[in-house]
Every structure is written in C-alpha cells, then in structure tokens.
C-alpha cells in the first residue's frame, strides 16, 4: 500500500473498486434466486465479497489520507498506514471464514473479525489523539472525499453487526437493520457524486 496518491485522485478508481465489488454481490444475489449456483455457494460468494470490500477500503486509506486533521499533527499517515494494513487483514481473514469454514461459523466469526478490525484502529486513533493533546484536536478534516468514504466504512460495518444480528435473533432484525443500510446508502451517494466530480476536475 502507498501513500503518495493525490486523495482527490484515488477516489475513482475506489469507487470503481467498490462498484466492482457492489455489482459481484447483486451477481450472487441473482444466481441464487434463479439457480444458476447453489444457495450456499451463492451466499458464500456474496458474503466473501463484503470482506473484499473491505480489503479494497483498507487499501485506498493510506492514499486517501483519511485520519489527517485539520491542524498540522505528527503521526496521522502511522494512523492512516496502520488503518489500512488493519482493514486488509480483517478483510482477507473475513474472505477466508467464507470460503473455507461452515456457514454457521461463518455466520458467527466473520462479523466478529470484522468489528474487532474496526476496534482496533478505533484504539489505535484514541492512542495517538491522547498523546497528541486529545481526540478533539485530531478529528479528521471533513472533505467530501473523506465523508463518503467514512460513510462507506460505517455502511460496512452495519453489514457486519447484521451478520451477526441475523445469526442471533433471526432474519426480522435482521431485515429491519438492513432497511437502515439501505438509507444510509443512500445518503452517501451524493456525497460520492460531489467527490468523483472535483475528483475529476484539476
């Protein structure tokens, strides 16, 4: 993973990546309504994909400088280089739970490896915001770039909590927090559109 990507520049082909990723799972999705795959195969591939995403998203931090504030701090790209290597480890650890362990462990391990990979870089940023004269001081500048990216995360890591919702109390919860997934998704779509479009322009 580099860093020396323009941050307003790295935000198309991220978008790419996730729209790659966004139309794979709907593929899933279909094969697995209409039988072309089996059920579970089906779901296996949709559910690897979330864990890609989040490989991809771990990938582009560093590049995207998302944890850089406002102010001029030592030690944000450690964070964003630390963010990143953590997303892509517990994207390639959710990938492998999929395709390799049953799909009620999966169930059951996946959204937790995933909400540990947000943990940690969550302490990681708490530790560096106290040494640095506390976490106010060091909040993310907000660019659009980095709002829709953060709304991504936060997007992904409500799939994770209805894995896990899904696997404990049933499809209803699940469902319902599915619905929210849904509205948040669409929240962040102009902000994406606003970020592709300076992204594009000198």
């Known amino acids: 993973m580099t860093q020396a990507v323009e941050p307003r520049r790295a935000i198309i082909p991220l978008a790419v990546g996730v729209c790659t990723i966004v139309g794979a799972m709907l593929a899933f999705g279909i094969t697995k309504k209409t039988g072309i795959l089996d059920p579970d195969l089906a779901r296996r591939g949709a559910a690897a994909m979330l864990g890609l995403m989040l490989?991809?998203?771990?990938?582009?931090?560093?590049?995207?400088?998302?944890?850089?504030?406002?102010?001029?701090?030592?030690?944000?790209?450690?964070?964003?280089?630390?963010?990143?290597?953590?997303?892509?480890?517990?994207?390639?650890?959710?990938?492998?739970?999929?395709?390799?362990?049953?799909?009620?462990?999966?169930?059951?391990?996946?959204?937790?490896?995933?909400?540990?990979?947000?943990l940690v870089v969550l302490a990681r940023w708490l530790a560096w915001g106290e040494r640095a004269g506390g976490t106010a001081s060091v909040l993310p500048r907000p660019t659009p770039v980095r709002t829709a990216v953060f709304i991504l995360l936060v997007s992904l890591l409500w799939t994770f909590a209805i894995f896990f919702a899904d696997t404990i109390w049933g499809d209803r919860v699940a469902q319902w927090m599915a619905m929210g997934l849904i509205i948040v998704i669409a929240a962040v779509a102009p902000f994406i559109a606003v970020a592709m479009r300076r992204a594009s322009n000198p």
């Open 55 to 118: 490989v991809v998203m771990g990938n582009y931090t560093p590049k995207l400088r998302l944890f850089q504030p406002a102010g001029e701090h030592t030690g944000a790209s450690a964070v964003d280089r630390f963010a990143g290597w953590t997303f892509v480890v517990a994207g390639l650890a959710f990938v492998a739970i999929w395709l390799f362990a049953p799909i009620d462990k999966a169930m059951l391990a996946s959204p937790m490896i995933g909400v540990a990979g947000f």
